[in-house]
């Protein structure tokens, strides 16, 4: 898979209005025409630290990290908010999506060209899309990395995405196995409270 190219050096330099607006309006077609979509998952973080999982996405705005077995960590987007779990510690932080930069891939609705714009990837098969709204720098940056690929959605493939928080924490996430608009139940994006039952979900 093509490697993902620091975030500086893709906001450096620009890319021609032409080609602007075709591959974000790709971009914008491929997020409306996905209702469903589950990968493997790779995560990297600020300090190098990689972890892996499945993750499992279905609009409107619900989402799952599932860890990788011993990972007491659990993400989920419930369709409103987007609950943090931590096992070890009984913990439970939730925020309402739309302060997350995840919000551009769970809202079908969401008009990117607003807040997004291309940048360089370096190499013609790939499109890079950064999601910045100017308004609310608190939410942070994405930025979504997509193959060429005519047999996925719009023709693009999301290969993954770097999001960098409000401090600057960068956290990379690589995609693979990715398998769109297949049957997903409601259920997946149900969890148990560590705070009333002291056992993972």
């Known amino acids: 898979m093509k490697a993902f190219l620091p975030l500086a050096v893709l906001v450096a330099t620009s890319v021609p209005a032409a080609a602007q607006s075709g591959d974000l309006a790709a971009v914008q077609r491929h997020l409306q025409s996905v209702n469903t979509m589950t990968a493997a998952f790779s995560q990297t973080d600020r300090n190098g ?29 419930d369709g409103k908010a987007l609950t943090f779990i931590d096992h070890s510690v009984r913990q439970v932080q939730r925020w309402p999506i739309g302060n997350s930069p ?89 969890w148990n409270d560590p705070r009333r039952q002291g056992r993972a979900g």
């Open 49 to 77: 630290q990689v972890l892996t999982g499945t993750l499992t996405l279905k609009k409107p705005g619900k989402i799952r990290f599932q860890y990788q077995k011993g990972v007491p960590i659990l993400i989920v987007g």
């Open 102 to 190: 995840l919000g551009v891939l769970l809202d079908p609705n969401k008009d990117i060209s607003r807040f997004a714009k291309v940048v360089p990837s370096g190499d013609p098969r790939v499109v890079s899309v950064e999601g910045y709204d100017a308004k609310h720098p608190e939410y942070g940056r994405i930025n979504l990395v997509f193959a060429r690929d005519a047999s996925a959605p719009a023709g693009l493939m999301l290969q993954g995405w770097v999001q960098l928080d409000a401090q600057g924490n960068r956290t990379t996430i690589r995609l693979s196995n990715q398998k769109f608009n297949q049957p997903v139940s409601d259920g997946t994006f149900r």
